[in-house]
């Protein structure tokens, strides 16, 4: 079997695997040149077809990371384009306005102050028409919508059918990767994730059995990858990008330095039993 794997979210990527090996992977801004580079990865999965020789007739199965990702994201592209100052101004601009003021704002007014990032050259992405789709439309009704023109786009691309075209959970996606390329994966294991969040969730708790996995619980208010990415923020770095700066200073630090934030990370969030609860103790983390 070959599978085309697509990842177009921020590092957006391609991938060719045939009967479970790894034939060629290659990220977007290796081709593009620009840095964490999100949405359709055009050229990467082109460039991987061209590495293993194999045409798109060939395929059997494309395989999409995320089934309800932020397609406005993709167009915009913060990951790839923001400043620290856009970074503050979405801060400051979008999210104290819905967190703590409480106004009815949507995405669409979120793609709306940072569009102009993109330039002309965004009504030449292939996600373009969602703009189009979803006028008119409940923010709920986004995901299906994006979905299907993701299967329309690669249709065109490579002509293959929807009916092989399969989306997977964004937190699945991780897990499966965590498990099965462990050397470390035993009969029965723990899997865990914790991000900024991803389809559903900010973090998961599932076991795995004979290769099976079974999630026991999720919840989408574990604030510790949104911390890590303001935290970055607040150091004057980039979110998304810079996080393992950070990590890489942790060890420098001291219970004299690390005293009293500790003592604030740990108001968030709370580990009771098998889940981890969200203590409400800040309305919005960048003004806390």
Known sequence: MIILGIGDSHEAHACIVQDGQLLAAI??????????????????????????????????????????????????????????????????????PVLIEKKPLTPVDDFNMFKYLRGE?????PYYPFIERINGKSPKEYPAIFSNLRKEVIKQHLNISPGNIYLYRHEDCHKAYGYYSSPFNTEKSLVFTIEGGGDDSSASVSTVEKENITEHWKSNSVQLGRLYRFVTLLLGMLPCQHEYKVMGLAPYGTEYHGKRSLEVFRKI????????????????????
């Open 121 to 125: 050259e965004l009504a030449d992405d």
């Open 269 to 288: 969030n709370t580990v009771a039993g098998n889940e981890i609860h969200d203590n409400k103790a800040f309305p919005d983390l960048y003004y806390s």
């Open 27 to 96: 990220a977007e801004e290796r081709l593009t040149r620009l840095k964490s580079d999100t949405g359709y990865p055009k050229r990467s999965i082109e460039r991987v077809l061209k590495i293993t020789g194999i045409s798109p007739q060939e395929i059997d199965v494309v395989a999409f990371a995320g089934t309800s990702g932020n397609a406005l994201k993709r167009l915009y592209k913060p990951q790839a384009l923001f400043s620290v100052c856009d970074w503050i101004k979405q801060c400051e601009k979008f999210w104290k």
